[in-house]
Nanobody
Framework: QVQLVESGGGLVQPGGSLRLSCAAS????????FGWYRQAPGKQRELVAS???????NYGDSVKGRFTISRDNAKNTVYLQMNNLQPEDTGIYFC????????????WGQGTQVTVSS
């Protein structure tokens, strides 16, 4: 089993920035993909960004050019730098890991709240 623990959420004004972190409880085998999803009240969970063990990030259309995903494989940690935040970015942000070599392949963190409001 792998536990994912998110941190870095909070309240920020429109145009502000936040950096989310997601730490895995142990090293995970590659290939794997880590990503961030978000869920706004009354809406379905949607992909924000994802990144494979080796390679570049993949982004949802609404965050391209504003958010950047990165990972430190030595620390088993993935980050989401969010700039120019807007009220529509408000939601619970969940870290996700897909680990192909494991019998249980999908893991989720508990979520961290991001609120963008003036």
């Amino acid at each position: 089993q792998v536990q994912l623990v998110e941190s870095g959420g909070g309240l920020v004004q429109p145009g502000g920035s936040l950096r989310l972190s997601c730490a895995a409880s142990k090293s995970v085998f590659s290939p794997n993909t880590f990503g961030w999803y978000r869920q706004a009240p009354g809406k379905q969970r949607e992909l924000v960004a994802s990144m494979p063990y080796v390679g570049s990030g993949n982004y949802g259309d609404s965050v391209k050019g504003r958010f950047t995903i990165s990972r430190d494989n030595a620390k088993n940690t993935v980050y989401l730098q969010m700039n120019n935040l807007q009220p529509e970015d408000t939601g619970i942000y969940f870290c996700h890991a897909f680990i192909a070599a494991y019998a249980v392949k999908d893991y989720w963190g508990q979520g961290t709240q991001v609120t963008v409001s003036s």
